[in-house]
């Protein structure tokens, strides 16, 4: 019996660490993007870091020093980035969590945490995201009965 309860407890606590680990990925969602490095070199500051995607986009990496040490990021040069994306009106933020380069990933030492106004923001931005996703699918649920119904409708109308 004792050997059960032991068990029992030993399975609990690897459950809840379990659902902890799949916590914490939720919270954060990664979003991959690809494009070419730009950085911007301010004498006496920090370099800003951008990533130009295809379309001509313009992500800000959100990268620790650290992090640019680890990488060496260079001008002009092709890569692929996952990290939590944060999109606004003004401005869009990649804080980067992982590269690829030459079909290598890389994890980012020291990665840059999130603010309390970033993470409200990025609540904010997945609420609207998923609000667009939402009326997407019921306009397209909509699209197929109202076509079919519609001559009854029009019928309606018309009494």
């Known amino acids: 019996m004792k050997k059960f309860i032991g068990l029992l407890i030993i399975l609990c606590l ?3 660490v379990v659902f902890a680990q799949g916590q914490v990925e939720v919270t954060e969602k990664l979003t991959s993007l690809e494009g070419t490095i730009e ?47 944060l999109g606004t009106a003004t401005q869009e933020k990649l804080f980067a969590r992982m590269m690829v380069r030459n079909k290598e990933r890389v994890n980012i030492q ?3 945490q999130l603010s309390a106004e970033e993470q409200n923001q990025l609540r904010v931005y997945q609420q609207e995201m998923q609000r667009t996703q939402t009326q997407t699918e019921q306009g397209g649920q909509n699209e197929a009965p109202s076509g079919s119904g519609n001559s009854s409708g029009a019928g309606k109308g018309k009494n």
């Not at 992090?67 to 002009?76: D, F, G, P, V, W």
């Open 39 to 85: 950085i911007i070199q301010v004498p006496g500051d920090k370099p800003t870091v951008f990533l130009i995607l295809e379309d001509g986009t313009k992500t800000e990496l959100m990268i620790s020093e650290t992090a640019m040490i680890q990488l060496q990021l260079q001008n002009r040069e092709r890569v692929q980035i996952e990290g939590v994306y």
């Open 110 to 112: 020291d990665p840059i």
């Open 14 to 16: 690897l459950g809840f």
